[in-house]
């Protein structure tokens, strides 16, 4: 049982690194687009993904785990945020966003592959499925917004 309680607390503490960097891949776009309305839909994924981290770390402590504190730079490159610093310097909103869109195509990945596992206790795999659900939709509306956006 241990065993499994602790991949468990694995696999939400991945989700818990991957919703820091969102939130602080989105926080860092919406303080340097100049798009007010694109500003505040950034803000608003960046406080998004920190009330995730929140709901799954009080999972990770519900199990009597422990959580993992910060992230490794491979694993922040791993999941998609690392060059959106460059889209950022380069004043290219319509870079940014195709940054943006790329950190939640990782995101959604890690959420597809916690899924995936049968060992989540229901109540987890309820938090995780409407947490998903919710980060796809970003993802689309990212997505959709970098498509529509003139250079």
Known sequence: MTTITHDIASILNSLIETCKDGQEGFRAAAENVKNRDMAALFRSYSNQRQQFGGELQSLVRGLGE??????????????????????????????????????????????????????????????????????????????DLRDSYQK
Do not use: F, N
């Open 66 to 143: 422990g959580m993992e504190k910060t992230g490794s730079v491979a694993g922040a490159l791993h999941r998609g945020w690392i060059d959106l610093k460059a889209a950022i310097s380069a004043k290219d909103e319509h870079a940014v966003l195709a940054e943006c869109e790329r950190g939640e195509d990782s995101a959604v990945e890690e959420y597809r592959e916690a899924l995936e596992h049968s060992e989540l206790p229901p109540e987890v795999h309820g938090v995780i499925a409407r947490q998903y659900a919710s980060v796809q939709e970003a993802h689309d509306r990212v997505r």
